[in-house]
């Protein structure tokens, strides 16, 4: 959710915080602020994005070479000026900025407002910086002390950095829930809640485990817990370029990632398909294999569109690899009492690896003796850190807030996934194992060929641009597609879209067509392909406007139907990596000529650390 920076050593922060809340502005945008330490500590902040906050300190003050700077998405209190982080303890002397949610934070108020504690915001941020300060002023203690003691009362998740007038040589920072890594320069040190904004000034960083505390100088930094144990920091090496997390001449990141798909989804491959298209080898299987062949049932669990990759996943494996599949929503499957047995097989799926209920159902799931495998996009993010094995989808920094590559990467090793379990369970046979190998390694060509017929898109976006309502219909495999495509719309253009299985539209969704209503369909030519022409036909006999996605050369449809766009012939069981794209590019084309901020979607936010 939001996003947290700090910076400690010789240079003037400011510029490394704004810059790095850049970065960070996908996680949350509806507020921005600073804190900088010069003699007194000033903070800036400001409703709205982080270039109204860069507005108002032109004529600020902001020297300094120790700060903070945060970028909300509000949870506690509306989004404003008071209410945005930094927050500063009554006495002036600690400021905080933190990501989660302390839970009992309207216990700790109201026993600090006993002792005379007076708040400005509506946030438990601020409960929190003015406990730390009640804990320091009582005892004769570090501020170290005293931000240890603070969150051991503390209930909930968060990521937070604070720091003092009393020793303003140092930055804390803990970690329970929310992710933070420091960046490790010459001495200087930096801090984020991931590595985006680290990358351009170090490569080398430490990711902070739950329960860790670190008290970060300029040139000396010690790791250790809230419960004070001393840890060993280990320093990683940063695979990231900082080509990946810049436009690249793109208007907007989300037709960057869009466009970058023939490029994930072959590094999301490349490495694990053998040369001669023989074998996968997923290397982060491995520790998990035999459990997972012997499996008496695979359950996915996932959120948003990792979710929709999911139901894709389930019918590759079902059909594959003849396992019984469920997919499961985190956030129902932590709540309603799951059956989980020590036979179960779980696979969790997340582009940031941070989604607190996904994060919690794979606890959940372990704690039922189930072994519990990730897909992940963000390396080192906490998803593979307690999973029993993962394998990561390659697919680079996803900055956009709808997730574009990020989903077609977790269908690839889902793909490869059910392609490795159905051999190794005889399901499968070697010549249609490696017939399929090689179809995949045939997607990056045809999604370069689909992004040809951009413009066409484009000019189907033009025509719908107004649409107040709209269908995505598919079967089999396209019926997650038809999700995913209606959750682009309904997320980046405000349009309300809904997903449905195609032949479920006459138990309900028919009634809302006549001649306003869109309906997309996605209709390759696989073996319901007869089926769904019928489809088109019930949609057309009621007036409704039909877009179709098709494969080339499809006449039949094409007569039929108010639009096309093509797509190359597919192998059914791949089909959703193809069909998925001029969806995107439809949304993404609608969204811009609506005038919506299509990377920063009004309330979304890219990382769902909150539950
Ligand atoms: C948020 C994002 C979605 C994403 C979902 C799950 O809602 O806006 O794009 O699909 O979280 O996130 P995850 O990181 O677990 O895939």
Redesign the pocket.
Known sequence: MCGIVGYIGNKEAYPILINGLKRLEYRGYDSAGVALLNGNINVYKRKGKVSDLEDYTKSQNTDGTIGIGHTRWATHGEPNDINAHPHRSMDGKFVLIHNGIIENYGKLKKSLEEAGYEFTSDTDTEVLANLIAYIYKEGDMSVEMAVRLALKKVIGAYGLVVFSTEEPDKLIAARKGSPLVIGVGKGEYFLASDATPIVEHTNSVIYLNDDDLAIIKKDQMVLKTIFDEKQEPVVEELDLDIGEIDKNGFPHFMLKEIFEQPRSILDTFRGRVAKDNSEIVLGGLYRVIDDLVQAKRILIV?????WHAGQVGEYMIEDLARIPVEVEYGSEFRYRNPVITKDDFVIA???????AD?LAAIRMAKEAGARVLGICNVVGSSIPRETDAGVYTHAGPEIG???TK?FTAQVTVLAMIAMVLGNKRGELSTDDYNELIHDLTEVPAKIEKILQQNEEIKAIAEIYKEATNAIYLGRGYLFPVALEGALKLK?ISYIHAEGYPAAEMKHGPIALIDENMPVIVIATKDKSYDKIVSNIQEVKARNGKVIAVVTEGDDTIRNMADHVMEVPESTEMLSALTTVVPLQLLSYHIAVMRGCNVDQPRN?????TVE
């Open positions: 996932a959120c948003g569109t990792s799926i997340s582009q940031s690896g941070e989604t996904t807030v709808a997730s990020a997320e979304l936010a890219k990382s769902v």
